[in-house]
């Protein structure tokens, strides 16, 4: 999904490319992208570009006459520029906005249809859709503490829920938590002050350093390589590979479509986090440290064979969405 750098970049993309343009129409290839009915689409035609802004992972075009285009890409949705009335993609396409200066495509890979397209009227229609989660690039410690701590959940899900922590996805809090040297699974009360402040650094530090990687990375050129598994990246989507800062395999934990990955040395004190099939299909021959799994695959016995290649194939590697 693409979270808060990928959102800044395709606006930052977008800013010279549509402000002040005309939004001349909407096609739209799948009925099911547009979520809204009032105002109706074809108000939009003919409105000038008035600005762009991101709420949460959703990016909000501002029109004249005071409407508001939302677009949520979700988990495997794109955005393409391509030159004015250009054909979008037949399988992928979504919608293309047809702008005087050339046509933004909505694109989703899959057969899930996730991603959606709204447009509302005025400051209080955008405002229905924001979740409330707090902008951490604008916010101090206490506000983040202070939200950190509204709810007791494990601070993987603290970042990723959207009504505490703005524009935070799976991937970012895997390298936000590898950065801070904190296990994904710790609850959000139990930490220190220490703890919380490294946290909170960590957190700024990873978002604005990606932003500007992603940047650097761009160029000139609209983002079209946009994806949750990124070369550079400490952990997510590096499974089995060696930590950049300790060498040991990264872990994974694995539950509905999401995964967690970490580094059980720099951010559990060496403890395996139970994957919750893996440890039933296991019993007791989940191991308990890094130390363990790594005895058992050296002696190529039975305890090894199950932790070590019975985990590595209970579970596909993570989807790569493409667009």
Not at 245 to 255: D, F, M
Request: proline share 6%; charged share 25%.
């Amino acid at each position: 999904m693409p979270e808060l750098p990928d959102v800044v970049l395709y606006i930052e993309a977008l800013e010279p490319r549509l402000r002040g343009a005309r939004l001349e129409r909407v096609r739209l290839l799948s009925p099911f992208v547009l979520r809204s009915v009032d105002p109706p689409l074809a108000a939009a035609a003919g409105r000038a570009v008035s600005g762009l802004r991101r709420l949460g992972k959703r990016i909000v075009i501002g029109l004249d006459g005071d409407l508001f285009l939302l677009l949520h890409l979700m988990i495997a949705g794109r955005l393409h520029w391509r030159p004015a009335g250009a054909r979008p993609p037949g399988k992928i396409g979504l919608a293309a906005l047809d702008f005087s200066t050339g046509t933004l495509v909505l694109t989703e890979a899959g057969t899930k249809r996730r991603a959606a397209i709204h447009l509302v009227r005025g400051e209080e229609g955008v405002r229905a859709h924001d979740p409330g989660g707090l902008e951490v690039l604008g916010a101090d410690l206490a506000a983040f503490r202070a939200a950190l701590v509204a709810e007791n959940h494990t601070l993987k899900r603290s970042l990723t829920d959207p009504r505490l922590f703005s524009g935070i996805g799976n991937a970012y809090s895997d390298e936000i938590l590898h950065r801070a040297r904190l296990s994904p699974v710790k609850l959000s009360r139990q930490l220190t002050d220490a703890e919380s402040a490294r946290l909170f650094e960590a957190t700024r530090a990873t978002l604005l350093d990606w932003c500007e990687r992603l940047r650097r990375e761009a160029g000139a050129k609209f983002p079209e390589g946009v994806t949750a598994f990124r070369e550079g990246m400490a952990v997510h989507g590096r499974y089995g590979k060696p930590c950049p800062a300790c060498g040991a395999p990264v872990q994974r934990i694995v539950h509905a479509e999401n995964e967690t990955n970490y580094c059980a040395r720099c951010q559990t004190g060496g403890r395996l986090l139970a994957d919750r099939a893996l440890s039933r299909l296991l019993g007791e021959d989940w191991p308990q440290t890094l130390e363990e799994l790594e005895e058992r695959k050296a002696t190529g016995g039975a305890e090894g064979r199950s932790a070590g290649r019975v985990a590595s194939r209970a579970r596909p590697g993570p989807t790569r969405p493409s667009a």
